[in-house]
């Protein structure tokens, strides 16, 4: 390898790897010659298939496979990086045990929910589902059927998913696993500023003097934007992190400060820091004056659980009774400034009305945070036994010292799961916003508090498309007539089509498949079987005899195992496909290459099942028990055939041809020069000729107007761009919301306008409640919340002494359904191990790889003990990851949830472990 | 066959190919040949230097038998160790570094020192990295070897530096410290490239020598750099700590702290 450098010679092509591995000098010619094969390469652009960071790639592709991939150089996320799962991203493909064919239980020749699986067409699987599907869907209505999809379905899918559920079969029960992620965050966005949108993004990592992480391990779960932080630090010497964590992890290594503390003990942290900024002065009046009012909500809200333990294991029922009453601790009691009721039963009595807010005054909110001094806190948070009070006091001064710092320091403030995942976690996310909101440091470049995404499409699709349950497309609600009509008009539907009652959320569709509420589920991109909390509760419902359940995926899953029909789904490069990532930044590709045997695209799936609905049969008179909406008859959905057919719409249309392949989308027309020659499965399987994600984004746009812009479909495509943040007025895209001279919305002279407009007229009250119930408006101001200290439903006794917490590892994405199938990475870590404070395994006898047995309430699982490992969990505390299948680590968490948000916490679910 | 009964088989067979090697015929020419380990057959924890552990160890496969991971085997004919005697491949079965070290007490030769009993003592080889294939080496956020080493932060290190090419990221740059590492090989066995860019070899394949005649001045540039380096974080955190030369002082100071942290004062 003389005159070869070393550098050059591992740019080469795979023929001359080869060479190198067997230790072979390799010639010039067989350089040429490697060359050659490297310049039928096709490359284009890509994004990575894993986290909300949003890291662009670029894909080659030769003889219908991809052959390499690389950080895109151009990208500014990334800029030619990867992390570990990234580098793979071309080998989660080629698994060998993708799924290529449907499967369905069958027994004697047809359907049997107790036969085996067995091949079949896809005909044959849609026929069925369609037929099953159908049979419910007369039964009982819109309301016991759900599409259960996720935040990394592309924009195209949710589009299409949405729109056929609730525009074609008049149910609102479409719910992503970003409900699971990033539900909590939407809430505080729409509490606060009345639309759901980051008004930050990734430069602020190089602006900020302190960069604050809220129980956020970026170091594993965002790697690519720990990087831009460390260097940050690395390269500005002034610049400081601070790690407000509940275990020690990765991030502490880089950062100035760390601050371990008690689960659910933030919110009482925060709210010191906000006291501090009021007794110190440092609130900016000038600011909060201008541009926002103050606000609070009702307190004994439950903790989202089932009001009944009527399907509850007799072990979880002591923790489900905590729903109804709920006994608070001394802590609790001061918190709430009701001391007497230390000790005492609380009634959950505003379980049913955990959303309500009203307007206070800036004394009330004085009044709210009077009793979170320094010492109270620090008592109640202080995480680390071996701590003294004292230097845990010093270090909570100090965190209020950074936020209080002068107005020329920047700040950003940083969280994602360990805020969300949790029983109080919309609460939480405003009392970040509060703290920036009193200083006036928010949506300005380096000032923000910045709620980062778990998934790649969680803003872009499930959020933005609006797959949620309550949602409608940018920011619209089920609930608002005015917002219904407005999607009817531009879906083209009949005035009431569209069920003006909000769907299931993720979970309750789940528990509705154990109650007998919902009976047919089908999950797009998502593994909920394995993913969601409590998972044996729906492994069982699944099995239920009158439930249907419909898996697409790419590759066997726990989820497969419960289903009575497995779709083989595309997989990434495989289709046509844009996501959004944290910062408002959409990025697309082009299918590269097609998928192995018959797997197919989501979006070819929904499409060709529409085709198996007539109107009559769908928009004609429907049962809808508990219906009692203005404008609407009661316990139904009205028929809206004869409004229909004044539309030019016949009954026997199918919803194909009515919401998708309409006249309007027909129009453009495939084969399409941005195409570059490349191939489009969903067309070519159609064969109708009209470019399906072109015409549904180009009919989506419209929706954006206003507020939300998207550019046009072929400017993402164009060679140049790499990604664009919205809104995108005039051809330019927008970094930072609310403030003047950053947001195109706000008007020169306003200094800030926060212009969402949801939630924009509350009542006023007092912290105790409503005293004046007439709407009041706030046009362009945000809300600061008062929100007080709070427990959760499952404290550690004498018999679960454990705190569990789950999370994810740098090395595994979710439920590790492809990167398990990476062999490289399943190599790095082929199992999830319980990592264990070194004494508590001692206590219990157990030693750093002894296999042991961890219980809750809800299960028992083994699993092995790790007490050297990168996460040091403090006394009284386990993790464990949830990616690995052999552990199933959702057996043993609670499906508690935030009540506002609907989201679990996956962080507090009381444990115990003992030896195997 | 059962795991254990395919382990009993395996030493029967290591230890038939080594009486025969130790009767000396018919295998001599292959015993020669095989006289010395290669650079990444590695001993267990606690093995004597390589001389005198090939001076006294038995190949009676205690050891192999005692390891619960099924890290450790007994040579055969075409293996990288002389035959009969107890080795493990990293990039195969790591050693797990167990905490009560079960292999080394059933040595009954002592070619496994008795006294050996913390794992984190032993020197089973050393990792040594590729630093053109490595991954973090090249600004990927990789770092696979640092978060599983059983000594992380003490065999493996991580040098932070700023990344020249993208200049917003870091190299997260693992390095191996000879002081620390055990040699147990749970880095070579998680590297994700084709071909393990960090490689667990015998010391003496690994380490250089100064000469005896010159004696290092300072070691200062082996000092790792800190992101934090320059900041006296303890003095910032908290300012009301440091002595105070006179009553008063401490409050002027804190006024014109180096980071503007102004407690107290109006915005």
């Given at each position: 390898m003389t005159s070869l450098s070393r550098r050059e010679f591992i740019k080469t092509s795979i023929a001359a790897t080869t060479a190198a591995t067997a230790g072979f000098t390799v010639s010039q010619a067989a350089l040429a010659q490697a060359n050659a094969a490297e310049a039928g390469w096709k490359w284009d652009k890509s994004v990575c298939r894993f986290c909300g960071v949003g890291c662009g790639e670029q894909v080659a592709t030769f003889q219908g496979k991809i052959v390499a991939i690389k950080g895109d150089p151009d990208a500014p996320v990334n800029r030619g990086l990867n992390c570990i799962k990234g580098y793979f991203n071309g080998r989660i493909l080629y698994g060998e045990d993708r799924l290529t064919q449907p499967l369905m239980r069958m027994k004697g020749g047809k359907f049997d929910k107790t036969g085996d699986f067995v091949p079949v067409s896809w005909d044959q699987a849609l026929d069925e589902i369609a037929a099953q599907f159908k049979r419910i869907y007369k039964a009982k209505g819109p309301s016991a059927v759900a599409m259960l999809t996720s935040g990394q379905s592309l924009v195209s899918e949710g589009y299409i998913t949405n729109k056929l559920i609730k525009a074609g079969f008049r149910s609102n029960n479409i719910d992503p696993n970003a409900r699971l992620c990033m539900a909590s965050a939407v809430v505080a966005f729409y509490q606060c500023f009345?639309?759901?949108?980051?008004?930050?993004?990734?430069d602020d990592f190089e602006l900020a003097d302190t960069t604050v992480l809220w129980s956020n391990n970026m170091a594993e779960a965002h790697p690519i934007l720990w990087s831009r932080v460390t260097d940050h630090r690395l390269t500005d010497k002034n610049s400081r992190i601070i790690n407000v964590t509940t275990y020690r992890n990765l991030c502490s290594d880089i950062a100035d400060l760390e601050i371990l503390y008690k689960p659910n003990t933030e919110l009482a942290i925060a709210n010191y820091i906000a006291r501090e900024m009021i007794e110190r002065n440092a609130v900016n009046m000038d600011f909060v004056n201008k541009h926002c009012i103050f606000a609070t909500g009702p307190v004994d809200i439950g903790f989202g659980m089932r009001p009944t333990d009527k399907f509850a294991f007799p072990a979880e029922k002591d923790t489900l009774a905590k729903q109804l009453n709920y006994t608070i601790d001394k802590y609790e009691a001061i918190a709430q400034r009701?001391?007497?009721?230390?000790g005492k039963s609380v009634e959950q009595k505003d379980a049913g009305r955990a959303d309500a807010h009203w307007h206070i005054t800036f004394d009330e909110y004085k009044r709210g945070v009077a009793p979170y001094t320094l010492d109270f806190v620090a008592e109640l948070a202080k995480g680390d036994p071996a701590e003294s009070l004292d230097a845990f006091k010093k270090k909570l001064q100090q965190l209020a010292n950074y936020y209080i710092a002068d107005k020329s320091k920047k700040i950003v403030s940083l969280w994602c799961m360990g805020a969300?995942?949790?029983?109080r976690g919309v609460w939480f996310n405003e009392q970040i916003y509060a703290l920036h909101l009193l200083l006036g440091k928010y949506g300005t470049p380096g000032n923000g508090a910045f709620s980062l995404t778990g998934q790649p499409s969680a803003c872009g699709t499930a959020r933005e498309i609006g797959t949620f349950s309550h949602r409608l497309p940018s920011d619209m609600l089920v609930a608002n007539p005015a917002h219904r009509e407005k999607t009817e008009k531009i879906w083209k539907l009949p005035a009431k089509t569209l069920n003006p009652r909000v769907g299931t959320a993720l979970m309750i569709a789940l528990r509705g498949l154990e109650d007998g509420s919902v009976n047919f589920v089908w999950t797009q991109t998502v593994n909920l079987w394995q993913s969601t909390p409590n998972t044996n509760h729906w492994l069982k419902a699944a099995r239920k005899p009158e439930n249907f359940v419909v898996v697409a995926d790419s590759y066997p899953t726990l989820s497969g195992k419960v289903a009575d029909v497995v779709l083989p789904a595309a997989m990434i490069n495989e289709k046509w496909g844009m996501f959004g990532n944290a910062e408002r930044r959409m990025q697309c590709w082009r299918q590269m290459v097609n998928a192995p045997g018959q797997a197919r695209p989501d979006a070819w799936m929904m499409l060709e099942f529409s085709k198996r609905f007539t109107l009559k049969e769908v928009w004609g008179e429907l049962p809808l028990p508990g219906l009692k909406v203005e404008g609407f008859p009661e316990n139904k959905l009205p028929s809206v055939l004869e409004e229909a057919k004044k539309m030019g719409y016949n009954e026997n249309m199918t919803l194909y041809e009515v919401l998708f392949a309409t006249p309007d989308n027909k129009k453009f027309k495939w084969p399409d020069p941005i195409a570059k020659g490349m191939e489009n499965s969903v067309v070519n399987l159609l064969g109708d000729g009209w470019f399906v994600e072109k015409a549904l984004f180009e009919e989506y746009r419209p929706f954006t107007f206003g507020g939300h812009d998207l550019a046009p479909f072929d400017m993402y495509y164009d060679d140049k761009v790499r990604g664009l943040r919205w809104p995108i007025i005039d051809g330019k895209e927008t970094?930072?919301?609310?403030?003047e001279g950053n947001d195109p919305y706000v008007k020169p002279g306003e200094g800030f306008n926060f212009h969402g407009k949801l939630l924009k007229a509350i009542p006023s009250g007092d912290l105790d409640g409503v005293k004046d119930t007439t709407p009041k408006p706030l046009p362009g101001k945000a809300k600061i919340f008062f929100r007080p200290y709070a427990g959760y439903p499952e404290k550690l006794d004498s018999n679960y002494d454990l705190q569990l917490c789950t999370g994810r590892i740098l090395e595994h994405w979710h439920t590790g359904s492809m990167t398990r199938r990476v062999p490289e990475l399943h190599r790095t870590a082929p199992t999830a191990m319980l990592d264990m404070n070194p004494a508590d395994a001692e206590k219990r006898g157990l030693k750093h790889q002894d296999v042991a047995w961890v219980e809750t309430r809800r299960g028992k699982i083994k699993m092995v003990v790790n007490t050297r490992g990168r996460n040091k969990v403090l006394p009284g505390t386990i993790w464990a990851a949830f990616f690995d299948e052999g552990v199933q680590v959702n057996q043993l968490t609670l499906d508690a949830a935030d009540p506002l948000s609907l989201e679990p916490d996956y962080k507090k679910a009381a444990a115990k472990v003992y030896k195997a | 066959m059962s795991a254990t009964d395919r382990r009993q088989f395996l030493i029967r067979t290591a230890q038939m190919a080594g009486a025969a090697a130790c009767a000396g015929v018919l295998w001599s020419p292959l015993v020669r040949s095989q006289a010395k380990a290669s650079a990444h057959a590695l001993r267990p924890p606690g093995a004597l230097p390589e001389e005198d552990f090939m001076a006294l160890c038995l190949k009676c496969g205690q050891c192999v038998k005692a390891c619960p991971f099924e890290t450790l085997k007994l040579a055969t004919v075409a293996d990288d160790a002389p035959i009969g005697t107890p080795y493990f491949i990293a990039r195969e079965i790591p050693c797990e570094m167990c905490v009560d070290v079960p292999c080394v007490p059933v040595c009954p030769s002592g070619a496994l020192d008795r006294e050996f009993t913390d794992i984190t003592k032993a020197r089973m080889g050393l990792a040594v990295i590729d630093p053109e294939i490595c991954l973090s080496m090249r600004g990927l956020r990789c770092e696979v070897c640092w978060r599983l080493c059983p000594v992380r932060d003490k065999a493996i290190t991580l040098n932070i530096v700023h990344n020249e090419g993208t200049n917003r990221h870091v190299r997260f740059e693992p390095v191996i410290n000879s002081e620390h590492c055990t040699g147990c090989g749970i880095c070579e066995k998680a590297c994700p490239t084709e071909e393990s860019s960090i490689r667990v070899l015998r010391h003496k394949f690994v380490q250089g020598r100064l000469g005896e005649h010159y004696s290092p001045s300072s070691d200062g540039d082996f000092k790792l750099q800190d992101v934090r380096r320059g900041t006296d974080i303890a003095k910032e955190l908290n300012p009301g700590d440091k002595k105070q030369a006179a009553p008063g002082a401490g409050y002027f100071n804190r006024r014109g702290g180096r980071d503007g942290i102004i407690p107290g004062s109006t915005p």
């Open positions: 009345g639309v759901d949108e980051p008004a930050n993004c990734y009701r001391p007497e009721m230390a969300n995942q949790h029983v970094k930072w919301r609310f403030s | -």
